[in-house]
């Protein structure tokens, strides 16, 4: 990003003196926000955010690593006052030194966060996912104010989807059932089915 279209709106000092505002504003737990940029030419305000330098174990043999450098993963995440927001994640890269281990080197990993290999953060896929659940929202729509492609969009909800159609406890004791279609461009079909027993609600999706 060029400093003439990107606009430092926050900055904080790494490990010791995170703005604490700043990390609640975000709410990206376990992880503090080291800068906040707008990028003018493209629209898109950009968070930086990296994890506090802490003791981490190897998951294969549990021995302290060391630190081996950090890489920058650049995620979509769910707009944020009205623009579409890219989440620069540094993700610190660890090395296992025991010689019996056969883990050389790993990078961190939050699920919570975002899945490995993710485009979208995971609130991002549930922020979509809720859109075309509660407000009808099309694919299209969510991925042009998340500032993405269709593509983008339906890869990283899909996953999601699936596991809730697959998940069969969903519709335990329901006596009512009534379907939705909704369909979405390119030839791709989204079920809602919306469950409703008196007053409980449940919504099921399948891709």
Not at 182 to 203: G, I
Request: a positive charge; hydrophobic letters at 40%; one cysteine or more.
């Amino acid at each position: 990003m060029s400093e003439p279209t990107a606009r430092a709106a926050a900055r904080c000092h790494r490990d010791t003196h995170y703005c604490s505002r700043c990390d609640l504003l975000v709410g990206l737990d376990g992880l503090h926000v080291t800068a906040v940029e707008y990028d003018h030419d493209v629209g898109l305000l950009v968070v930086r955010v990296e994890s506090p330098r802490t003791p981490t174990g190897c998951p294969s043999c549990g021995v302290i690593a060391h630190s081996h450098g950090r890489s920058d993963v650049t995620l979509v995440d769910a707009p944020c006052f009205d623009r579409p927001v890219r989440v620069v994640w540094r993700k610190r890269i660890w090395r296992c030194q025991e010689a019996a281990c056969p883990r050389k080197a790993f990078t961190e990993q939050d699920q919570d966060i975002a899945r490995p290999r993710a485009l979208l953060t995971t609130r991002a896929c549930w922020w979509a996912i809720n859109q075309i659940r509660r407000e009808h929202g099309s694919i299209s729509g969510i991925a042009r104010q998340l500032g993405t492609s269709w593509n983008t969009v339906w890869c990283s909800i899909r996953p999601l989807l699936q596991e809730m159609a697959d998940d069969e406890s969903r519709s335990a004791g329901v006596r009512r059932l009534g379907v939705d279609e909704h369909v979405v461009r390119h030839e791709a079909l989204l079920f809602r089915m919306e469950v409703r027993d008196l007053h409980r609600l449940a919504v099921a999706a399948v891709g």
